[in-house]
């Protein structure tokens, strides 16, 4: 299922996809932007891959995993969104997301975030959402308190956020 915004495509990346993303290996069928895949694309999708997890069916995404944020008009992937897994027993999920450096600061980061918590909230196990951004990274802090999200708490390297729906 992917989601639409005004000018994003939100697409939830399946483990087949996640290995060509992962090995910097595009198929055909990929369009990513110029500086994709960013480290934490790789860190995040990397997830999607533990040894382990059942990979039986490449071709299904996960409701929880990660999501790949595309440019409507071009359809070109330019960042990824996504959950760090599914909700715990107290509903509670972590999210991360970023953008490549030629597509930030154009509102399409909170535009991506705001697409998210939207579906967040047609999910009943959801009830929180938490992120965390380094204290340095004053753009992500701001698309947090934009999109609703509270400060918690801080420590030496990042800074804690909560939404509760």
Not at 4 to 22: F, G, S
Not at 142 to 163: H, M, Q, S
């Amino acid at each position: 299922m992917s989601i639409e915004t005004e000018h994003l495509v939100l697409h939830p990346v399946t483990p087949a996809e996640a290995q060509r993303i992962v090995s910097r290996t595009p198929g055909p069928q990929d369009t990513w932007a110029d500086g994709f895949p960013r480290e934490d694309d790789l860190d995040g999708l990397g997830m999607l891959l533990r040894p382990g997890d059942d990979q039986s069916d490449a071709t299904q995404a996960r409701p929880f995993g990660s999501m790949l944020i595309a440019e409507r008009a071009s359809r070109s992937a330019i960042g990824s969104i996504g959950f760090y897994g599914p909700p715990d027993e107290e509903g509670r999920v972590t999210i991360g997301y970023g953008l490549v450096e030629q597509y930030r600061g154009r509102g399409l980061g909170t535009e991506a975030l705001e697409a998210l918590i939207a579906y967040c909230r047609t999910r009943p196990e959801v009830r929180t959402i938490l992120a965390d951004t380094e204290v340095q990274n004053m753009v992500s802090q701001r698309v947090l308190e934009k999109c609703g999200f509270t400060f918690i708490r801080a420590d030496d390297e990042l800074r804690f956020y909560r939404l509760t729906l």
